[in-house]
């Protein structure tokens, strides 16, 4: 039986005690030991407390750390540093493993040819039926289809080591898996598919999580630094929409300095071009989902804020990455 370590990076969410709840129910060899990364800036004395009770017999072989809110990689890497088991498989705190996943993680590793340093787990979202998903649960569904997603996934450990582990200049949940499997690679390791299940269920969130999300487009010129501008045909990343995010924000800047500068005709034709950009992303947020008055309020709101946000964080992340040096390079 190949032995293998849980890291599991949290900020002590409400989620966590189902993520260990299901890790310690599921059925199969269990892991050799589990290493939950305290990733909050300030963590409270004793509030990890409670959600290791549900571990039962696996409590003993949980260590906790603190690695002082310098995002999930960090997490990660000082997860990685206290591991001796060969194979790590990484979970995110909001994950639910499924009932056999520990017989199926270990068929998985147990199939795994020495030129594999990952082996991913099958993410499902379940979403509620009887209406439209919303804009939220839509997104997170789309996990489910994302390649080499550490919310469910296991790395040799020689391969981490070799690669120098996560790049810890990816400071958000966005795209820090994907820079290491690109690296792992490019050095002639391979990375597939497994068997296993997992589920991701939609934490509840406020209406602005949409927002806050746009940081990654700072993450997302890193990845372009690094690994050049195919870097999402590789990954098999959609690009999304930070081209019609510049032109809907430059219209709008125009608008605003032509009116200023008493040119009421130009301003209009550029407040139209940014009035229709604004819509027509809110659009195509809002037809889909469930039509609510909430979504509908929420959706119109982020997609005015969403595209001056992405703008700014994508030229700023070009701006403080522009002399970015591959990870091994600058790794401690």
Not at 211 to 229: Q, S
Request: glycine share 10%.
């Amino acid at each position: 039986m190949t032995a293998y370590t849980v890291v599991i990076p949290t900020l002590v969410r409400d989620s966590l005690s189902d993520c260990l709840a299901a890790l310690a129910a599921a059925k199969g060899p269990k892991p050799a030991a589990i290493v939950l990364v305290d990733d909050r800036p300030d963590p409270e004395p004793g509030p990890l407390e409670h959600p290791l009770h549900v571990l039962g017999d696996l409590r003993e072989r949980t260590t906790v750390l603190h690695s002082g809110g310098r995002g999930p990689a960090a997490a990660r890497n000082a997860g990685l540093r206290a591991a001796g088991s060969p194979w790590i498989a990484f979970l995110d705190d909001g994950v639910q493993v499924g009932p056999h996943w520990g017989e199926q993680l270990t068929e998985d590793l147990a199939e795994a040819t020495p030129d594999t340093a990952g082996v991913q787990g099958v993410l499902t979202v379940p979403l509620p039926g009887g209406r439209r998903p919303t804009d939220r649960e839509r997104t997170v569904a789309g996990l489910a289809r994302t390649r080499w997603i550490t919310a469910d996934m296991a790395y040799r450990a020689e391969a981490l080591k070799q690669a120098g582990g996560f790049d810890e200049r990816f400071r958000h949940t966005f795209r820090e898996d994907t820079d290491l499997a690109l690296r792992l690679l490019d050095a002639g390791w391979r990375i597939r598919q497994g068997r296993r299940t997992s589920r991701h269920p939609v934490r509840p969130a406020d209406r602005w999580a949409s927002l806050r999300a746009e940081r990654g487009a700072a993450d997302d010129a890193l990845m372009r630094r690094l690994h050049g501008p195919a870097w999402q045909h590789r990954a098999f990343a959609p690009r999304g929409r930070i081209r019609a995010h510049v032109a809907t924000t430059a219209a709008g800047l125009a608008a605003g300095g032509l009116a200023a500068a008493g040119r009421r005709r130009a301003a209009a034709v550029a407040a139209l071009g940014w009035a229709l950009g604004t819509g027509a992303f809110a659009w195509a947020r809002i037809a889909p989902g469930p039509g609510t008055r909430d979504e509908v309020t929420t959706l119109v709101a982020t997609s005015v804020l969403i595209p001056p946000a992405a703008t700014w964080h994508r030229l700023s992340g070009a701006w403080r990455h522009r002399h970015a040096m591959p990870w091994q390079e600058v790794a401690p």
